[in-house]
């Protein structure tokens, strides 16, 4: 027993705050004030759930039990999700692979909670969504995080990971579109890393929280490419249902029996209304809806990217995907933490500093988030050239 | 590494099946043949959800964005949660100190991530839920398990804590009312666990899941007698919304922002929808449903009990909360595992078997659960009179 009595487990060391926190805790402070803050900070959609989604939860809402449902989700939840593969992505993916989860968080639990030995290593780049590393944590594991930069679109290549094996390493996890750079891993690529990774015996995990929300054609989710992958989706963002807290895990059939039995302690099971509710999420016209929200992000980007780019930031690679673009902010600042807290003030625009994603070069780099509408953006824009 | 390529991390063959599923397996079998199946097995209310909280869910989903919410909760939710603590339990709780989980299921999951270090030892009573262990395996703790049996209502009390203390124990589990004998903890007893574990410097997690459906007067909760314990309870069993997987833990002030940190990461939050219902839980036209429904459990275990010790089985305590019976069934048969498939092939009867809750004597007793009418309680009697 090398700690006092009553300190918290070792772990929470490593679970480290968001600091966008505080810009956002100041936002409050100021609007409390009565001062108007664009909102450039914040991960979610602006839009709610599609109102066939919503009718769904009322009518499930009214008329069934809602009891507990198995533990993987209810079979004809499963059955859409795998439809949705097949004619969104020309995929084949039994509903026995596919795991409903409390949000992609709840399938990031089950995967790791799975897979993770104490001490392994998990590869991952850096910058990275920081819930990745924490993941790995909570279950005494260690991220090992690979600098990543505009060179390789700021993401992991086989080559990296293939250099960066060694006995401990036990996995990959890759996000694609990625949080926070928006951008995207070329199928041949990924194809390449899977290869790598399963030539070693270990693992690769692909998060596709953003696969939906993709710019520039439409991208291969990693089932397409092999079978022995895990993969973690979400209803929150393409489907625009945050707080219901529904997501889903693909992982190879041969685990299924372990996720289900670790799901039914873990969790018993995910939420039932937002279960019936996300039944709706796959109906012709709720996806031409999205379809149209999808659009409506892009215009965004092509408002914000652009604007970005002529105020002197450095936007290298173009985001192809989610609602986020990572931008170098040296030629304004040494420190983006400084930085955003500065724009906030002054400008009263919130962004995200770029240290809630990692070390590497994180203080050169903020992120922005295009989640409001196309004239609260071009405030923010004018705004930030105020200040500039 | 001493594991295989692709092997599923080495907590996994802590997570043992539910035997009850093999139980429930056979009854959907015998059910798609047409018979008639007592469930006696199932472990949630067979009330739904009280229709205020349906309609205060229907407003939300109708009139809110349910997007995230905080990560502890929404700030009036956690308020009701205190007034009812004050109001019911005659105890001031700050709301700062509750967290609202996915389910009770959430609770512990957080309480044990943020307390549990690889290899410390947690104390529970054999035989108790199973998730309290698998819990603690999780996350590389271990749970050490103590026979209790009849001669102290199933439950742990100080003297055992304090004898089987030792240098690798680092808490105490607790379930009162308990699953799945029904039995509580005095006030007395819980006070001098939480002295002798606080003595050691350890910590006290009391699971008050049943709290709510007490039947022999209002049952002290833990935190009328300590600030320094932890405690979950749900939204699952007393307030019926069990698919709607919220609950909540209370956790002593200084482990609130380790608390919340982990919260963000883990699960970013609970469910908003179901958030919003739950407000409608503690109105008082719902509060009088609710203790309409207790009385009903009530009158069936006052059926129930008598019943079957009537036939037979060994209940040499009576359950005083939450609705199970646990039931020794040596006079029948060898093998309670055994003894429960013949039940339900035989009879009809789904019951679960002991080897669920533990090791001690679990080949001797099975549960019951009170979870269907009166009627229904009064055929599967008949049924099992029949047989035996």
Known sequence: MNR?????????????????????????????????????????????APP???????????????????????????????RYYRERHGVEVSPERIAVTAGASGAFLLALATLVNPGDEWIMPDPCYPCSRHFVRLFEGRARTLPVDERQSYQLCAADVQRNWDARTRGVMIASPSNPTGTSVSAAELGAIIDCVRSHGGFTLVDEIYLGLSYEGSLAT????????????????????????????????????????????????????????????????????????RLEFKRRRDFLLPALRDLGFAIPVTPSGAFYIYAGCERFAADSEEFALRLLEEAGVAITPGVDFGSYRARAHVRFAYTRSLEELEEGVRRIAGML
Chains 1, 2 share one sequence.
């Open 4 to 48: 006092q009595a009553n300190d918290a487990a070792a772990r929470m060391a490593g679970i480290e705050p968001f600091h966008v926190m505080e810009v956002q805790d100041r936002a409050l402070e100021l609007e409390a004030q009565g001062r108007r803050i664009i909102h450039m900070e914040i991960g979610q959609p602006d839009f709610s």
């Open 52 to 82: 066939q989604v919503i009718e769904a939860a009322v009518d499930a809402v009214r008329h069934r039990p809602l009891g507990y449902t198995p533990a993987l989700g209810i079979p004809e939840l499963r059955r859409e999700i795998a």
């Open 222 to 293: 990693a089932l397409a490419l092999a079978d022995d992958v895990f993969v973690v989706n979400s209803f929150s963002k393409y489907f625009n249902m945050t707080g219901w807290r529904l997501g889903w895990m693909v992982a190879p059939a041969r685990y299924m029996r372990e996720v289900e039995r670790l799901a039914q302690n873990a969790f018993i099971c995910p939420s039932a209304p937002a279960q019936y509710a996300a039944l709706a999420a796959f109906l012709p016209d709720t996806l031409a809806l999205l379809e149209q929200r």
